[in-house]
């Protein structure tokens, strides 16, 4: 639903540059610190953080909530908790209290540059779930690892496949990531070897944050299923391929991805991304009931991976859309739930590699270099298959209209080597 | 480390059953909250719990430990957080205290009777693994589903394999559990349908509860791994065969078992299972040097299902042993963190089905009608080779050498219609 914080005529008293991710229409939530000051709940405007918990003791949301304890958390879950109708009305005042020509609080010690705080996990994640859900990345891996005429199994166009990750190992952008060690089979090798992962890739993902509790043995209709969605992050699943490929079967991958997950500090609301809704590719075969889904439950997000090489430049390695994802996240979220397995908030449930129908669309090096035959190559003329170590990875998501911009900021992290 | 809380021949004020599972000598710990009383922290003694939270406040634990208000809290992870120093410390004075001719706590209000007591979910976990460690589990199912041959897969006698799981739908002994719904692929059928599933299976598991955290790219050595275990529990892994078999190529098992577990409300201790100490199967091929284990580091624990129909009796439809799993803990704690992935106090590590040698041992309905072929017949003449709606589950764990019990409880759920 467009509303008046849609608006692109009104700015921000706060200076917003026509680039930025973060005007006024987007709002997103994070959590931050300061030299001085533990975590709290705060909002990106520009290149500032609005100071929600200080807002709150100014008395600004005493109309809408009384307890301001929600907005001095370690993380955003007992605000998430409030639901949509107080969400909404928060994103409202703040949109107020920022809009240009209001004196509310432009005096107020209320903001922070960007450049000066810490960013942390905005949520504690109690389940994290792993999607599969682009036709295009699920091909390509099909297409590489059993050829053209068996790439996608027979589930795939049947149901949003999906498994278990590991929560404890989402870290917040700007957490470095030792190359993990592990088991491998080599090529023609009769036994496995221990090592290092020598085929380090990384996933452009984005994932949504539930916003929603359900018990046990509920489910939630593909048709409402956002009203249990709080917002969307951006997500780098790294992988490490060879213990990946040897340990995956029968039970899926294990320790070839649990060694860490990359989200984005700030989570944007489906609120603010409702100017860029559209609708999902067209499914065939038409998709059980439960999973059937019309209208415009996705978004128009462009997303782009960057590399930076050690004391190198950024290149530019991929660039995709959300939008072109075959499953969206309310079939996504009723498949995960069909079953009456229950949801909390704070669950990520992540969309598995966004790849478009290009190859400068895939979402990994795994689908760019073509399992290692042909390895992109760099700005500076250096070539990659797989990450090298000191390679830092930089996900960036945003829509964009011509007259508005809402974005995501970055997923950032550098590979370290193995410790 | 065998010490004085192990002398069987010290016996407790507290009356207690030749056969009961929790002498003096055992000692487990959960969540209870009573008529009035709110969560608390509760011993097992016979066949009454002793309050923690008050034998605290009575300052008996005052030369351990300052702070008491981990005996107050809803999970046992404060106090596991305290490390195993302390849990000796407080094991030994609670042994003390309830040994026959001490006073001191005879007198006060300290004790409940067990069936006026409501038990909770002892811990709060983050990340729950299951792995898959039975070879006789995995040769079963490899025999059904890819014929002798080709039973284990190359991967499995390298390697402790396993996945990640659903904490959150993860309940308390005596929590029913729905019949879950979802897509199913009829044989020689060319689309799935959707539906309850027809194929309900339990799977007889332990499991251990992580006991000290570890940070993102540390890994546990084996031969270290048992200071970062606190104890065991039983493990029922309620599984959806029908959903499963159509979901889980090739990201591994999803709905058809994330739907509900069920855990014991007592947690075992590593102290307290000392006296049962044994050593794992012999392995060959001999493991890589990361999972090489020497020494006892497995427990001769009798393991039993009894299943028990709607307005029936209960049969015993399988007894196995924890002794019997291929890998131990330690090399499944190591293999979990070789890569990095950090772990935190409350995370399960359950063991996946724990079949033995023979019929009569096999930890599924599964393999006990050998995928339906031979049902199983009950005591009242009743055959299942599924479960019927209704049917109750009860996992029982004990140690027994004679002179000694130590026991874990039952591990209970009924399975009802779907919703």
Redesign the interface.
């Known amino acids: 639903m467009i509303n008046r914080t849609h608006n692109n005529q009104i700015k921000s008293w706060v200076e917003v540059d026509k680039k930025s991710d973060f005007p006024i229409q987007n709002l997103p939530y994070g959590i931050f610190s300061t030299a001085t000051q533990s975590k709290r709940v705060g909002v990106a405007i520009g290149d500032q953080v609005l100071d929600l918990e200080a807002v709150a003791k100014l008395g600004h949301f005493d109309s809408i909530i009384n307890d301001h304890s929600v907005f001095s958390q370690d993380t955003l879950n007992n605000f998430i908790t409030l639901g949509k109708q107080i969400h909404s009305a928060i994103r409202e005042c703040i949109f107020d209290l920022l809009s240009e020509n209001n004196p509310l609080i432009q005096a107020e010690n209320v903001l922070f540059d960007y450049s000066t705080v810490t960013m942390h996990l905005p949520i504690k994640i109690?389940?994290y779930?792993d999607f599969?859900s682009s036709e295009e990345h699920a091909t390509n891996v099909g297409v590489m690892f059993r050829g053209k005429d068996n790439a996608l199994?027979?589930?795939w166009k049947?149901?949003p496949?999906?498994?278990?990750?590991?929560?404890?190992?989402i870290?917040v952008s700007g957490?470095d990531i030792?190359r993990?060690?592990?088991?491998k089979?080599p090529p023609d090798a009769e036994?496995?070897?221990?090592g290092a992962s020598s085929r380090m890739d990384i996933e452009l993902e984005m994932g949504f944050v539930v916003g929603k509790s359900t018990a046990?043995?509920?489910?939630v209709k593909v048709d409402a299923a956002e009203d249990y969605i709080f917002g969307l992050l951006l997500f780098n699943d790294w992988s490490?391929r060879d213990?990946q490929k040897?340990?995956?079967?029968?039970?899926?991958?294990?320790?070839g991805k649990?060694?860490?997950s990359t989200v984005s500090p700030w989570i944007v609301t489906l609120e603010a991304l409702a100017p860029f809704r559209v609708e999902s590719p067209v499914q065939k075969?038409t998709p059980?009931?439960?999973l059937q889904s019309t209208g415009k439950h996705t978004f128009d997000i462009n997303l782009e991976v960057g590399l930076t090489p050690k004391d190198g430049n950024k290149t530019i390695i991929s660039r995709s859309n959300y939008k072109y994802l075959y499953w969206n996240m309310c079939q996504q979220l009723a498949?995960?739930t069909?079953?009456?397995?229950?949801?909390?908030v704070g669950?990520v449930c992540a969309s598995g590699t966004i790849s478009g129908p290009t190859k400068n669309s895939f979402g990994s090096l795994l689908e760019l270099s073509w399992n290692g035959k042909t390895p992109i190559v760099l700005e500076d003329g250096q070539e990659r298959s797989f990450l090298e170590d000191y390679d830092s990875i930089s996900l960036k998501g945003y829509c964009d209209n011509g007259s508005l911009r809402i974005g995501f900021g970055e997923a950032n992290g550098m590979l370290l080597p193995s410790?």
């Open positions: 109690g389940d779930t599969y199994l027979p589930n049947q149901m496949v999906g498994y278990h990750g590991r929560s404890s190992s870290v957490t030792y993990p060690k592990g088991q089979m036994t496995p070897i221990y046990l043995g509920e489910t490490a213990i040897w340990e995956y079967v029968p039970l899926g991958p294990f320790l649990n060694f860490g075969p059980l009931p439960y498949h995960q069909v079953n009456g397995c229950n949801i909390n669950d410790k």
